[in-house]
């Protein structure tokens, strides 16, 4: 490792204790759903809720599907063909995103024969619909960057998406200790929506969480990340032919979005028309059974595609919210991080 690399990891591991972050916002077409804070349940999102804002760590990791212990969300919200779904990211203690090396991704996967709110099977086929990497191929900036300083990061759903439940799995992989192999830090995140209109693409290039990335791959272990001018491999597969239309960085999410009361919360059918525009047109308030930790093997009852879960403090959920509430910026992997650096420089 040579001296610049050894001395940005270095400046990075010292600034671990508070660079993690979540998906804080998700916008459908202007409609927009807030996230609950990592072990900190406050209403019904559509975003899967994940046990602390600290990364995955092992592309072995059962984790890599949806986030650190992730839970079935209890929304389904509206989305159709080309629409515009915001992402918006925020670090611990509300501060903004903490880093900015390191490519962010977007895999779409289908809830098979059940519906999102009781689907958990790891092994969902998921596609890549969106890449976004260094801002050149020569450019010692990444679009991750622009995540840190506050913008949100937009992904125009493919359209020729057939219909149905999705998860969308938007990933943020931090490489600032990649120079190190397992150094890679993961941050996915899982949005479930309901997909309308009559697209009739068949994805390819499917994969499974974990499966698609190992340690040692190029865009995951890359001792010249921080080299100037060196290439960069994304990790994964190809984009799929069911591609988003259109992705790329937006201004800051107004971070306004509030949950829906207890035991009422919202969904809608997805249909040929403004679903998601947060019109209010084809959106009902509805309570039906929460969702548990276990469910959604794949085995589901095959519910009705119109009906959203909206119960808040599901028993998942609720387990988390007993956990300890002290900090939850902890440094968990900061002394085994710093070893395998000093180790390297010696």
Same mark, same amino acid.
């Given at each position: 490792?040579?001296? !610049?690399?050894?001395?940005?990891?270095?400046?990075?591991?010292?600034?671990?204790?508070?660079?993690?972050?979540?998906?804080?916002?998700?916008? *459908?077409?202007?409609?927009?759903?807030?996230?609950?804070?990592?072990?900190?349940?406050?209403?019904?999102?559509?975003?899967? +809720?994940?046990?602390?804002?600290?990364?995955?760590?092992?592309?072995?990791?059962?984790?890599?599907?949806?986030?650190?212990?992730?839970?079935?969300?209890?929304?389904?919200?509206?989305?159709?063909?080309?629409?515009?779904?915001?992402?918006?990211?925020?670090?611990?203690?509300?501060?903004?995103?903490?880093?900015? !090396?390191?490519?962010?991704?977007?895999?779409?996967?289908?809830?098979?024969?059940?519906?999102?709110?009781?689907?958990?099977?790891?092994?969902?086929?998921?596609?890549? *619909?969106?890449?976004?990497?260094?801002?050149?191929?020569?450019?010692?900036?990444?679009?991750?960057?622009?995540?840190?300083?506050?913008?949100?990061?937009?992904?125009?759903?493919?359209?020729?998406?057939?219909?149905?439940?999705?998860?969308?799995?938007?990933?943020?992989?931090?490489?600032? +200790?990649?120079? !190190?192999?397992?150094?890679?830090?993961?941050?996915?995140?899982?949005?479930?929506?309901?997909?309308?209109?009559?697209?009739?693409?068949?994805?390819?290039?499917?994969?499974?969480?974990?499966?698609?990335?190992?340690?040692?791959?190029?865009? *995951?272990?890359?001792?010249?990340?921080?080299?100037?001018?060196?290439?960069?491999?994304?990790?994964?597969?190809?984009?799929?032919?069911?591609?988003?239309?259109?992705?790329?960085?937006?201004?800051?999410?107004?971070?306004?979005?509030?949950?829906?009361?207890?035991?009422?919360?919202?969904?809608?059918?997805?249909?040929?028309?403004?679903?998601?525009?947060?019109?209010?047109?084809?959106?009902?308030?509805?309570?039906?059974?929460?969702?548990?930790?276990?469910?959604?093997?794949?085995?589901?009852?095959?519910?009705?595609?119109?009906?959203?879960?909206?119960?808040?403090?599901?028993?998942?959920?609720?387990?988390?919210?007993?956990?300890? !509430?002290?900090?939850?910026?902890?440094?968990?992997?900061?002394?085994?991080?710093?070893?395998?650096?000093?180790?390297?420089?010696?």
């Amino acid at each position: 490792m040579n001296r !610049t690399a050894l001395f940005l990891a270095l400046a990075a591991a010292l600034r671990y204790v508070a660079a993690h972050g979540y998906l804080a916002q998700v916008s *459908i077409d202007g409609k927009a759903y807030a996230g609950n804070i990592p072990n900190d349940y406050q209403g019904p999102s559509p975003i899967r +809720l994940v046990s602390d804002i600290g990364p995955v760590k092992g592309a072995s990791n059962p984790d890599l599907f949806c986030g650190l212990e992730a839970q079935i969300a209890e929304l389904v919200v509206p989305a159709n063909p080309g629409s515009a779904v915001a992402f918006q990211w925020s670090g611990g203690d509300h501060q903004k995103w903490p880093h900015n !090396t390191g490519p962010l991704m977007t895999y779409m996967a289908k809830c098979g024969s059940t519906t999102c709110d009781k689907f958990n099977d790891t092994d969902a086929q998921w596609f890549k *619909i969106d890449q976004a990497g260094k801002k050149s191929n020569d450019s010692s900036q990444w679009v991750q960057q622009d995540i840190m300083n506050g913008d949100s990061y937009t992904v125009t759903l493919p359209q020729d998406l057939p219909p149905g439940d999705y998860l969308i799995r938007h990933e943020i992989i931090a490489l600032h +200790l990649a120079v !190190t192999m397992g150094g890679a830090e993961f941050y996915p995140s899982c949005t479930q929506v309901r997909v309308g209109g009559s697209g009739s693409g068949s994805p390819n290039n499917l994969v499974t969480f974990p499966g698609a990335y190992h340690d040692d791959d190029p865009g *995951i272990y890359d001792p010249n990340v921080f080299d100037a001018g060196s290439s960069y491999t994304f990790p994964g597969p190809a984009i799929s032919n069911l591609a988003a239309a259109s992705a790329g960085i937006t201004p800051p999410e107004s971070q306004t979005a509030t949950f829906p009361a207890s035991g009422a919360g919202s969904t809608a059918t997805a249909t040929d028309g403004d679903a998601g525009s947060g019109s209010g047109s084809g959106a009902s308030a509805t309570s039906v059974a929460s969702p548990s930790a276990s469910a959604g093997s794949g085995s589901g009852d095959g519910s009705s595609s119109t009906g959203a879960v909206a119960a808040a403090g599901s028993k998942a959920q609720c387990r988390l919210q007993k956990r300890s !509430t002290g900090s939850v910026n902890r440094p968990r992997h900061y002394s085994r991080i710093m070893s395998r650096i000093l180790h390297l420089s010696s």
